[in-house]
């Protein structure tokens, strides 16, 4: 998918009018041109000059006249309508904690300038051109990261994103790709030649009523989700191929039969991702080990990580709806008016399209799906660095692996000093855990706040920063498996020698009974025609010969190894892992990875 080069802001809904997560993530990470639609200059316009014009002074509205919160009931003149704005603004921002990042920072004021763009907030043009000024010359908000309660909506974080476009409080100033400095924001927009808002009537509680924080974390995190489930489908497919496994699990006519959109999406990824996979033909008739059947981890993974599918599918869509959405309070609702009918002030109307449960539920559900996906991730290292079950790959998955017959003495010191990658193992179990534990369904504990006035409240921006947080440990989740499977793959080729086990049970067959096989050859040597040993027994243990082609993986497997080795090559003797784990995470973080298999990972959006 070619990048976007550019964002337009306009006031109008449906395909080509509708922001989409990839806008949301060109503007925030690849500072992506947002433009300003001019009709919905002129629509915004238009429309503020008409509910100034209804208001006669008397009738008492939210946020234009009266107070907010629990000061509902205080007026407020028109004289003083721009005091009450600036000092909204002012107290709100009572952010703590860190700074938060730079694209979330900027995913929500491309949010916050589409929901005023609609149209329905009765504030001027000036507010959504000054955000987009901003985004453009790279002047981004400093908003610390804490302070949300997701209801009336992220009233602290959005405060700061206005205080900066005020000119008080600080902010970075630069592009993505160079150096940001940080400085006073009113010097920021010096520098950008961008004159500060002075507020008029109601426009303070329209630039911090509504849940655009949590929807930039939300959809930060739902991008990289997709990047990381993508990743684990060639992880599955990769695994599967060097650890023996079968394909069968993930075949259409099987899926057919349980339908779930998820896993049926998954299933062919994976079975797609496997084709013509030499290795895999070695064992299609059981003769390397006789196993019938795969682990859960590789024989349930559709079943396992197709739901992780639909359940980002979903955030993704709850996302995208939010993207679009008027989120304010009040909200004037006399648009479009009908022909020759009047502004009904009444019809500026106080509602909850601030409360971000709808964010919560979905984000919760991202939550979710990195808890599944690191867990299974995490299951597969188990086994890999367990020579009981690893198919012969040898304890710690060690260079070169096990081969027939005695090593020399130097050989056998060099691997009783080695560990190769059982600690990756212990990376992984503790990643999975610490994901785990960020799983806390925040949405479920609501804590009343404004004196009752708010006294059901979504913390959602809680759940979308831990998902965000969860998606990023995924990452180093699925590096830590990826590691094991590339090393795996080379070992597999350089030994040649797989260890097997004779067919059917241990009993011979001169005992008698139906169902007795063949017991296991009184041969000790086996020659093919070029002189190479073919089979050889050791102490009861069966070794074959492979020509090295024909233990490599499927075409597009095999170039994600090869881009795996890039960030983490093959550890040969014991080494420092942790940059090469940072290195092959960043890859995994970036797509980079999933990109090198060449597949499109086509999906249907849930529910088409």
């Given amino acids: 998918m070619a ?22 993530i060109a503007a925030a990470r690849a500072d992506a041109r947002v433009t300003f639609s001019e009709d919905a200059r002129a629509l915004m316009q238009s429309r503020r000059e008409a509910t100034l014009a209804a208001l006669d002074g008397d009738t008492p509205i939210y946020g234009f006249n009266r107070g907010f919160g629990s000061n509902v009931r205080e007026a407020v003149s028109t004289e003083d309508a721009e005091r009450l704005q600036t000092n909204l603004i002012r107290s709100h921002s009572a952010g703590v904690g860190d700074a938060a990042p730079r694209d979330v920072v900027r995913a929500t004021m491309v949010l916050r300038a589409r929901s005023l763009a609609r149209g329905c907030s009765a504030v001027r043009p000036e507010l959504v051109e000054t955000l987009i000024s901003c985004l453009n010359a790279g002047v981004t908000p400093v908003v610390p990261r804490f302070g949300s309660v997701s209801a009336s909506g992220d009233l602290a974080p959005l405060s700061h994103v206005a205080l900066c476009l005020i000119g008080e409080g600080d902010a970075f100033l630069g592009a993505a790709d160079g150096e940001q ?57 990769s695994a599967a191929q060097v650890m023996f496994g079968s394909d069968t699990p993930f075949s259409a006519a099987l899926h057919a039969l349980r339908p779930h959109p998820g896993s049926v999406t998954f299933a062919r990824w994976v079975g797609d991702l496997m084709a013509s996979s030499p290795i895999r033909e070695l064992h299609r008739n ?19 990580l197709g739901p992780c599918l639909t359940l980002i599918e979903r955030a993704i869509t709850t996302l995208e709806i939010e993207a679009n ?42 939550l979710q799906a990195a808890g599944v996906m690191a867990k299974l991730s995490s ?68 804590i009343s706040t404004d004196s009752g006035q708010e006294d059901h409240v979504s913390m959602a921006g809680n759940v979308a920063q831990r998902a965000h947080d969860a998606a990023e440990r995924l990452a180093e989740s699925l590096a830590c498996e990826l590691a094991f499977t590339a090393q795996a793959a080379r070992v597999r080729r350089e030994t040649q020698y797989l260890k097997t086990r004779a067919l059917g049970p241990s009993t011979p067959a001169s005992s008698g009974g139906d169902n007795a096989l063949a017991a296991k050859p009184a041969i000790e040597d086996r020659i093919d025609e070029n002189g190479r040993p073919l089979q050889r ?72």
């Fill in 3 to 24: 990048p976007t080069a550019e964002v337009t802001i306009s006031h109008e809904t449906g395909p080509g009018f509708d922001i989409t997560l990839a806008d949301i």
């Fill in 181 to 237: 400095e940080r400085m006073p924001a009113a010097e920021a927009l010096r520098r950008a030649g961008i004159e500060p808002l002075s507020l008029g009537m109601k426009e303070g509680l329209a630039l911090n009523n509504g849940c655009q924080y949590t929807a930039a974390w939300m959809a930060l995190a739902a991008d990289k989700m997709l990047t990381s489930i993508k990743t684990a489908a060639l992880a599955t497919a």
């Fill in 286 to 304: 059981f003769d390397i080990d006789g196993e019938v059947q795969d682990p859960y981890n590789l024989r349930c993974a559709a079943q396992i």
């Fill in 325 to 366: 959405s008027v989120t304010d309070n009040p909200i004037d609702l006399n648009w479009p008016l009908a022909e020759g009918a009047d502004y009904d002030i009444d019809a500026i109307t106080s509602g909850g399209h601030f409360h971000g449960m709808p964010l919560a539920m979905d984000a919760y559900g991202l």
């Fill in 379 to 446: 299951t597969r290292c188990h086994r890999f660095v367990d020579p009981a079950r690893n198919r012969g790959l040898g304890a710690q998955v060690r260079w070169p692996g096990e081969t027939p017959g005695p090593v020399d003495e130097q050989e056998a010191r060099r691997r009783s000093t080695s560990s190769g990658l059982m600690i990756v193992e212990y990376s992984a179990s503790g990643l999975a855990n610490w994901i785990g534990g960020l799983a806390m369904p925040s949405h479920l504990f609501s």
């Fill in 537 to 608: 027994s050791f102490e009861e243990v069966w070794w074959r010969y492979f020509d090295a082609d024909a233990l490599r993986l499927s075409a597009p497997c095999e170039r994600v190894m090869t881009a795996i080795e890039e960030a983490f090559p093959t550890v040969v003797e014991d080494r420092m892992l942790a940059d090469d784990l940072n290195a092959l995470a960043d890859r995994v973080r970036s797509g980079a990875i999933a990109a090198a298999s060449g597949y499109a990972f086509d999906h249907m959006p849930v529910g088409a």
